[in-house]
């Protein structure tokens, strides 16, 4: 499924996959795929601007933990 949301005053990319989903890791890029052209509208995007926000994922890219005394 894929919401829309609508750019407010001064807001970037980032700053508005913060607000939309709570954090910016794994989804800017989603963000940026789903929209082709968004990033030539520079960094600050105009208000009113609606874009498409994709499911974000939910597997987490946890690191193995490392144990030095095994």
């Known amino acids: 499924m894929t919401n829309r949301y609508t750019m407010?005053?001064?807001e970037t990319v980032d700053l508005?996959?913060?607000a939309f989903y709570g954090r910016t890791r794994d989804v800017?890029?989603?963000v940026l795929s789903?929209?082709?052209g968004?990033?030539?509208l520079g960094a600050?995007?105009?208000m009113g601007?609606?874009?498409l926000m994709p499911d974000a994922p939910t597997a987490s890219r946890a690191r193995p933990l490392v144990s030095l005394w095994e």
Do not use: F, H, R
């Open 8 to 10: 407010k005053q001064g």
């Open 16 to 18: 508005a996959c913060l």
């Open 28 to 30: 800017v890029e989603q």
């Open 34 to 36: 789903a929209n082709p």
């Open 38 to 40: 968004l990033a030539s």
């Open 44 to 46: 600050v995007l105009p």
């Open 49 to 51: 601007t609606t874009i």
